[in-house]
């Protein structure tokens, strides 16, 4: 492990939900973050237009400071979560002309003005990234510009806007319209009281030209992008595409074509057994075709507060490596040495598969031993057998190993048991 | 865009299917792969076990090399894709300690000593990356090491081999029994002559090895890692599980549990919605849970010589970029400038939904007038509709936009057509 340098000072500016998130992760001093980064990141100050306003205790009042352009000439890494293009862009490119670092989550920012900042980071040899801005957690911006950087993609088919996403899942898994989808969102906090932004696709617009600009080295603006949003789609649409074996999601598209680039939003189907088909509820993901890579997948929560702040983190932490390791890869520590235990003793979800002989009662004898190991049943199935047998599938909530196989062995001696056909365990829930 | 420095010199060990990919990459001179990097990478030799092996005409005989350990010392960047455990690890080991930097797919050697590895690294000041040895191109590496940085990983689930993958999606797909879906995947290539080492999950246990010491900074060791391969998994298994809502899938699963953490390869049910159960195929997808990112996938090939060479290519990139450019983040080098074009002239398929006259002649009618215009019906369904009306959903083959746009138009003044209903494009075929 590189020993540890002295602190990196890193100002936030904004403290909204994933402002107070990150300050939250940062103050934690948090064994991993600097390990991880190679020196112990000092959070030097929090940038807030009143220093007055209420906040989470988690927030201490004296790094708050309503004088954010002295706060970023103290930083060597500014955390830019205000939002919107003005004051964010003035201050964004101050601390890149001072030759800070730059962490922001600013989608419409970079839509706007992205190649403008990227020339200043580069022209003074700060860092800029943006993680969070595109899909929220779901690193594909990091899996574009690094896990990708030696081969070429083709085509991108991105769910990059929640709000939308959860409606269509809604309209698809309820048969709701539009309207009362878009009410279910509106009370669940999933959709805006104006959710013109996400329901007619600009914030998937935004994103668009994001990773069409990443992708392709190319300028892309917010403003090349036409979009089409989810508006007009009725509950017959989405009826029809099942139909015919298809699921409608937004899409934000960008691919490259005869050496030019096509980048544009709308909703579009997708084959029910594609890995875009079954995101579901609020989730984002990213699907990409590279020539040499082939076919690839990024997946998760594309907003909220704690998956957002992660995003955040992660290139905080690798800006803090750049400048301290030189940019070695991170090492794989293993200070942590956690103990390894046996598996046996991680509780598991059982499916058994049973013979039993076919009569009344069999169910509840059955039921009591299983009860008697202090394993709880979810579910039970029985399926026809031959003559005189039936099948039981017996589906068991978390029970230890140990409480299982002390359950088969008295199953398998109970006179109503003709066989223990199969267990499996059930993961995923 | 920081300027472009002295060559970094690259040997790449080993000549195989992977070998030859990467050397095909490295040769083009790709002005992406060098502008990402910071630096020219030249590749220096090709260390081979014999010169007179017949190769495929990329590979330039001029650099071939028997003598590995010669390769080694003149390398900046050392990519090992010999396998196995020796000479790989002197030749690593050796290449560490001169302060050289190592890119490696070899999941054997890195579940057996990769943190006897990782130290030499971290005493010399040089990077080990492995990005292609767990899940081929999928980048799951990076996204635990850098990504989830700033978080906490809680459990990881990972379908990591192909073999038993493609062996049991065939057996949910068609419901042969698992003899039949091994000797199927035999004759596609995608499992050995000899299959224990993927059967048994022998692979997958090196490679829960691996991330589980990634996730959790513990030494994981294969030895720890108890497996249980898919050879007793049986066509009425999957039909039972298929029954209750599973899917059956072999799993690489890693979680912390009260402070320890417990590693483990089974066969496993997961429900037909969850993002795994989805991946087809020889595909691998590992499903992460951290405290604040929530739950992530990463799904995408997890064999072949391209996707496995796209990914060494990223590491040989990450690696030259901290030595050239000090760890920088990579610039979205804005060099391609690629025209951007309107998305309308990119050929898309489409969705239509009509409602027309309910008599004979009337598909015959609509097929004529959308073949002027020469767009390629792939299905028409027709669906009831009231009283003298009928539905036709039609699905086309790729056409351009202003195709659809003529069709419509046509179809719009035609007698039989009594409206277009809607028109919704169709993606990810």
Redesign the interface.
């Known amino acids: 492990?590189?020993d540890v340098k002295a602190p990196l000072r890193c100002v936030v500016l904004g403290c909204g939900v994933v402002g107070t998130?990150v300050v939250r992760?940062l103050l934690r001093h948090?064994a991993?973050?600097a390990?991880?980064?190679g020196a112990e990141i000092e959070l030097a100050g929090i940038g807030v237009r009143s220093t007055q306003t209420p906040r989470d205790e988690v927030v201490p009042s004296e790094l708050l400071s309503e004088d954010l352009e002295t706060l970023v000439d103290s930083a060597d890494i500014v955390v830019e979560l205000i939002g919107g293009v003005e004051p964010a862009k003035s201050l964004i490119l101050r601390a890149l002309r001072r030759g800070a670092?730059v962490v922001t989550a600013n989608k419409a920012l970079l839509a706007e003005a992205?190649?403008e900042l990227?020339e200043a980071?580069?022209a003074h040899?700060?860092?800029?990234?943006y993680?969070a801005a595109v899909a929220g957690?779901?690193?594909v911006v990091?899996?574009i510009?690094?896990?990708?950087?030696?081969?070429?993609i083709t085509k991108i088919?991105g769910i990059v806007n929640g709000t939308t996403n959860y409606i269509l899942d809604q309209m698809t898994t309820t048969g709701a319209d539009f309207d009362t989808a878009l009410a279910d969102a509106q009370e669940l906090g999933y959709a805006e009281a104006d959710p013109t932004a996400d329901i007619d696709g600009f914030d998937a617009g935004a994103k668009a030209a994001i990773l069409a600009?990443?992708a392709?080295?190319?300028?892309?603006y917010a403003s090349?992008v036409?979009t089409e949003g989810i508006r007009?789609i009725?509950a017959?649409?989405i009826a029809?595409?099942k139909?015919?074996g298809?699921i409608?999601k937004l899409?934000a598209?960008a691919?490259?074509?005869n050496?030019?680039?096509?980048?544009?939003v709308?909703?579009?189907?997708?084959?029910a057994?594609?890995?875009?088909?079954?995101?579901?509820e609020a989730y984002n993901a990213v699907?990409i075709e590279?020539?040499?890579?082939?076919?690839?997948?990024?997946?998760?929560?594309g907003a909220?507060g704690?998956?957002t702040?992660?995003?955040?983190?992660?290139d905080?932490?690798?800006?803090a490596?750049?400048?301290v390791?030189?940019?070695?890869?991170?090492?794989?520590?293993?200070?942590?040495?956690?103990?390894?235990?046996?598996?046996g003793?991680?509780p598991n979800r059982y499916?058994m598969?049973l013979r039993v002989a076919d009569r009344p009662g069999v169910l509840s004898e059955i039921a009591t031993v299983v009860a008697n190991h202090g394993v709880s049943i979810e579910?039970v199935?029985q399926?026809p057998g031959e003559e005189g047998k039936a099948?039981l599938?017996i589906?068991t909530y978390s029970a230890p190993q140990a409480a299982l196989d002390a359950t088969l062995t008295d199953l398998r001696v109970l006179g109503a048991v003709e066989e223990v056909?199969?267990v499996?365990?059930?993961?995923?829930?």
């Open positions: 492990m590189s998130e992760r948090d991993d973050l390990a991880r980064a670092s992205g190649p990227q980071a580069d040899g700060g860092s800029l990234l993680e957690a779901v690193p990091r899996g510009r690094e896990s990708l950087a030696g081969d070429r088919l600009s990443l392709f080295h190319t300028r892309v090349d036409p007009e009725t017959d649409d029809s595409a139909a015919t298809n409608v899409l598209i691919e490259s074509v050496g030019a680039i096509a980048v544009r709308h909703p579009a189907l997708v084959p057994d594609h890995p875009l088909a079954t995101v579901s699907f590279a020539e040499a890579a082939g076919t690839l997948m990024f997946y998760g929560p909220g704690a998956p702040a992660a995003a955040v983190l992660g905080i932490v690798d800006v490596r750049g400048q390791t030189g940019g070695r890869a991170p090492s794989d520590s293993t200070y942590a040495m956690l103990p390894i235990i046996d598996s003793l991680v499916h598969r579910t199935r399926t099948g599938i589906v056909v199969s499996m365990r059930v993961e995923g829930n």
